[in-house]
């Protein structure tokens, strides 16, 4: 895409006013998604993304400027907008590149590119038709390939030089149940780090009937009852609330500027001693792993609590100055129309000492939320929601009739001292996380937990 | 290449190939950021980026491309790509390019050139002193942002259309962080301006800080049945997230629970909701739409009956009747679906005052959070964090959090009580406050 020449110039070019950091990001995308709805494989989409972005840094200061002109003039042009917006001093930095050679631990056997249309859309007409057929009350389908096939360049002065590529693949099935008046919806969006031969892992028809059950299931359940009350949440996507309650308020994002609850709080208990939590980007072929973050660092894991301790943060290059902490494999983006931050990859709760019949069996009167939908958080107040895409009431520790149409609030600092069960099943589930850097793959996960009291949106 | 000599090599290449229906869609946009933090710049950025998409209809099937190179090889790539994937698809049967001779109503070009890079800077540092010094129970403030954006829109097909229009101005933003007792309260605020002149960094500082600071002291509220007021903006984020509903492809598609409703009463007599794609002080107004069709004013909800549905050129198309002007895609890579312009509920004659004054024990809204998750277009449904005052005695008595309000959108249509007179435009939807007679709340036990 750049040769080390080109890049090297651009970052002097970059740091000529005095930067004492500069980094460039170059990528070549090529994204296709396909579609069928209402009976008909009616949308198929591609193209290329293509761009570049250079930072510099001075202290704590930040510059970025992005171009699609990825000619050495192009560059040169770009990086010079971000050394004039940085300061009027003189270089002070020798810049010397070394090519690395990044060994891929996500291999990618069939890229987007690689497989015939055709292919793809019997896939989806498989997936779609599973939807379908699942239950007359099964009014509207849609089946969505998503694929995406990125190259990256990253060359920085402390002299990284070094290529990726990361491939992602999703299918996304949506089913609409009716009764004539009324309208409930299921979801299911399984995807990996890999390209289409995930689907030979992938069980393409489990997930379509799993989002027509939730649709169908969630039509004849009755509106959920509001209040608070004891919760046990299920595993795979239900690790969405150790993701908002607490994995935003570990990024640097918030953390650095003492606008996250739990900034400067390591070393302090703050879970129950039940909850160990990790951001393991290394993962191999998962949703949310990488083998280099986007500014270039290793992905790794990290220990976020470990017993109900604060062990660790999740951290940038530029979050890390201002803490004076060292980057995490944490710098994410979605494309080179961002600047990189602090960012989950793989985040989860461990599996712990209960079972999970012993979880529900402990709940008089509660909801089980056997799917979660996707939610958000306030960092500065731990203020967070997120929606429940499944729910049953638990009434005597068993588990009776469904209910509709709820959503969990609470504040982080607080729910994860309420989680006072951790039963045994962990499995991880796929997201998109948005925040200041744009929208990024992460998979969240956990194993059932119990949460003792929170409080339920229902009706 | 520049975009004309792009364009040259895509059509002749698309005619080459011996193709009769297509467009292509191209969007160059340059924006200025500036935050502040602690009293100086903190970042800083200067984007631009282009994009083309192409799309073509072969046997009444669509395919599409896109891509941020302009080259001859992409070009190439472009023509051949869609076709591909035109070539995969079904016909749906109601796949058209527009024909072109509409007419085009001449808009005021208001989008400014350039923006002045210093003053966006001291405005940045302003934003944040302005904050701090607002109340003395301020801390800090995470987000003190300016940021200036101009974008140009092209569309040329094959039938002879080519068009472009410029959109552009201002977004202040400010997040201000209070604190008491150990605790800390936060509240936002945004601002959205045409011109340099307009921008009013004290009102949006001054707004956030009213949210901050009097949400301390918070706590939740007994669960149950309230009469509901939304605050203008929250009013504007529900409207916005189930714009949907009004799309006549959601309806052919079983998506919206409008089918079949036209001409009926979907709403209470007080509800006059319209799209209004000329609007004089929007930041995205345009006098066509991403398929090239003129826009117009038109009226979705009149006195509570549904009026007229959206529709782009296919769904159109499937329903026997004209596009109205309402095919948009949600990026140059995207594909149209159907969307309004400026969906804006009409204001009624009250004052914000007045409204709360005739509510005796209620809730009143000033923040929801959410949105993306925990309300469901296809459904209605929504449960939603929420943060506001209780209103006792037409008053706002005490802040409340932690709690959520919970209902279906088609119901609370019709059971919107009161409309005050205090509209606000906020990022293509405008609304006044409004008083919804009942949702379900749920706090604590």
Known sequence: MIDRETAQLVLEQAVATGGDFAELFAEDTMRSNMKMIDDKLDTAIKGKRWGAGVRVFKGLRSVYATTNDLSRDGLLACAKKAAAAIGDSAAVLDIVLTPTVIETAHPVKLPLDSVALADKAALIRSAYGAIK??????????????????TVLIANTEGIFATDRRAYTRLFNTAVAS???ENQTGYDGPGRSAGFECFEEIDVQESARGAAQRAVTMLHARNCPAGR?????????????FHEACGHSLEATSVAKGNSEFSGRLGEVIANPKVSATDDGTLPGNWGSLNIDDEGTPAQRNVLIQDGVLKGYLIDKLGGRRMEMAPTGSGRRESYQYAPTSRMTNTFIENGPDKNEDIIASIDNGLYAKRMGGGSVNPATG???FAVSEGYLVKNGKITEPVRGASLIGKGSQILLDIDMVGQNLALSQGMCGSESGTVPTNVGQPMIRVREITVGGR | MTYNEFKQAVTGYAAQKGLTEYDLYYQASASTTVKAYKGEVDSFSDKTALGACFR?????????????ELSEKEAKRLVDDASACAGVLEST????????????????????????????????????????????RMVSVPYAYISFYRGETALANSHGV???????????LCEAVAEQDGRKFSGDAVGEYLTAEQIDLAAVAKEAVALAVGSIGGSTVPSGQYPVVFSRRMMCEMLSCFQSVFSGDAVQKGLSLLSGKEGTAIASEIVTLTDAPHLAESLCKTPFDDEGVPTFPK??????VLKALLYDMQSAARAGRASTGNGRKRSYAGDVSVAPWNLCLQPGGQSFDQLLAGVERGVYITELKGMHASANASTGDFSLESKGWLIEGGKRSRPIEQFTIAGNFYRLLGDITGIANDFVLEGGVGSASALVKALSIAGES
């Open chain 1, 133 to 150: 057929a699942y239950s007359p009350e099964i009014v509207q389908a849609i089946t969505d390939l998503i694929e995406w096939d990125q």
């Open chain 1, 179 to 181: 009764d004539g008046t």
């Open chain 1, 229 to 241: 009350m004891p919760v046990a949440i299920d595993n795979g996507f239900g690790g969405v609330i």
């Open chain 1, 383 to 385: 203020e967070f929601n």
């Open chain 2, 56 to 68: 073509c209809i072969i046997d009444g099937k669509t395919g599409y491309s896109h891509t941020q």
């Open chain 2, 93 to 136: 049967g109601f796949a058209a390019i527009y024909e072109g001779g509409g007419d085009y109503t001449a808009l005021p070009q208001s989008a400014p050139e350039a923006c002045d890079v210093d003053k966006l800077k001291q405005m940045a540092v302003e934003i944040e002193r302005l904050a701090l010094a607002e109340d003395e």
């Open chain 2, 162 to 172: 080519d068009l472009s229009n410029v959109q552009g101005g201002y977004t202040v």
């Open chain 2, 299 to 304: 009226t979705l909800i009149e006195n509570g």
